[in-house]
């Protein structure tokens, strides 16, 4: 599922997952939101087999000084690098896999120094399961009525149940993806409104200071009795 | 028909993992709307300096798990054992912080911990396999069951998404409020410490008789 980013690419995107009408059914998803401190760097595997596709989107939704980007590695269990970006606010990467182990999925956060930053990313696998077990979850359901699996009318309204549910399943991921974009934001505004406060009544407080600065530098000028009078008779006064 | 349990399942899936060291606090940020139910399935491997792998199962081990709800709130604080599920309803709409560290000393001093994590949301959350069979439901019921779920879901995450939105609305239009203001009290600054300046100096230079 792409994340998408802002505005012209969003558009581009919708239309593109929406196109993708035989998407059948995929397996269950792990989708997590972490913190990355300044200067370190998070790992997570995931065991993924041969022939599997590994599917994976990410979002920085929060960087402190509002710079939202990470670096990102994708580590085959050869340790092969198959995907390094830096710097990067959002990437979403889709690849079959041809070995089966450990892959290693991390976020790098070390050339910041202040920054700790948030960032929500989706894993998802795909393989060539059974259909129903992949979209209604994977489990078996004990003890069903055989007599019920004869009927044309079952199958009919089980087509239509799994239609329904593909579409949920779409429209479940749209709303994950929204969300962390509305995060990502809402945290940017925030950030914004703490900056103006903060930068506004710095700049009060050095206007402040500097003109009384102002005000007895020029008088110790005039004033022999200054301290500072004599620093100007020995210096460039 | 194989009756199979989600957590059974875990050693069978393809699971999300990652290490942790002694003291280490690994942190999970969870935004979900209020009454909505989260499950945190997880194992714990130590790490083995002899066979240098990870021992597959780990009894001792406990893993401390917390949960502080949007108001900063603990909301569940408990010592887990080395394998198995914790689970916590939001009450607040908001950002949750599930953190997990092994308070354990049992371990070798500077080994890793390896944890297998996965958390659901919602409808993800249920375990189907055991509801249809406590409430005898046949295949139909629980699709149709599964889907009604999975709508209410979305529709409480779509009233959550409302009250963001309002309150993003409200942080933007506070700041562009707050700007004005803010750059006109520095003009209102800069003109009285300019008039003090000159008035302050007049009467300096008088008493000097310089002017």
Not at chain 1, 26 to 54: D, M, N
Not at chain 1, 101 to 111: I, M, P, Q, R
Not at chain 2, 84 to 95: A, D, I, L, Q, V
Request: hydrophobic share 40%; aromatic share 12%.
């Amino acid at each position: 599922m792409k994340i998408f980013n802002l505005n012209s690419g969003r558009m581009i995107s919708l239309l593109l997952i929406l196109s993708f009408s035989f998407v059948i059914g995929q397996e269950k998803e792990r989708e997590l939101t972490i913190s990355v401190q300044p200067g370190a760097k998070e790992c997570f595997y995931i065991e993924v087999h041969s022939g599997q596709t590994l599917d994976i989107d990410y979002q920085v939704i929060d960087g402190g000084q509002g710079e939202l980007d990470l670096d990102f590695q994708l580590i085959s269990p050869s340790r092969r690098l198959i995907v390094s970006e830096t710097r990067k606010s959002d990437g979403t990467h889709r690849q079959t896999m041809d070995e089966t182990g450990d892959y290693e999925a991390c976020f790098d956060n070390s050339f910041s120094i202040y920054s700790a930053k948030s960032v929500f990313f989706e894993i998802l696998i795909e393989n060539d399961q059974d259909e129903s077990k992949e979209i209604w979850g994977e489990f078996d359901i004990p003890d069903m009525l055989p007599e019920e699996m004869q009927d044309i009318a079952f199958k009919g309204i089980q087509d239509y149940l799994t239609k329904v549910r593909d579409n949920l399943v779409r429209t479940e991921r749209f709303q994950n993806d929204l969300r962390a974009l509305e995060a990502r934001d809402r945290n940017v505004a925030e950030a914004s409104f703490a900056r103006v406060n903060w930068w506004s009544s710095v700049f009060i407080l050095a206007v402040i200071c500097s003109s009384t600065l102002q005000v007895f530098l020029v008088r110790s000028f005039f004033d022999e009795q200054s301290r500072i009078h004599g620093l100007w008779k020995r210096g460039h006064l | 028909m194989l009756f199979l349990i989600l957590t059974g399942l875990f050693a069978v899936s393809n699971a999300l993992y990652f290490h942790i060291a002694e003291t280490e606090r690994k942190c999970f940020i969870e935004e979900i709307p209020d009454e909505t139910m989260v499950i945190g399935i997880y194992k714990v491997q130590l790490y083995d300096p002899r066979t240098r792998g990870f021992m597959p199962s780990s009894p001792g081990i406990g893993m401390h798990v917390e949960v502080k709800d949007p108001d900063d709130k603990v909301i569940l604080s408990k010592v887990y054992s080395s394998e198995g599920r914790f689970t916590f309803t939001s009450h607040t709409p908001g950002e949750h912080v599930i953190c997990l560290y092994s308070n354990s000393t049992k371990w070798f001093s500077g080994s890793q911990l390896r944890v297998h994590l996965d958390i659901q949301v919602g409808d993800h959350a249920v375990d189907y396999a055991a509801l249809a069979q406590k409430e005898k439901l046949t295949e139909l019921q629980l699709r149709v069951r599964q889907l009604l779920d999975q709508v209410e879901q979305i529709s409480k995450e779509q009233n959550y998404q409302r009250y963001r939105e309002e309150r993003f609305r409200q942080t933007s239009e506070s700041t562009s409020q707050r700007v004005f203001y803010w750059s006109l009290a520095q003009l209102l600054i800069l003109v009285t410490m300019g008039a003090w300046q000159m008035k302050h100096l007049k009467s300096f230079f008088q008493a000097k008789k310089l002017v």
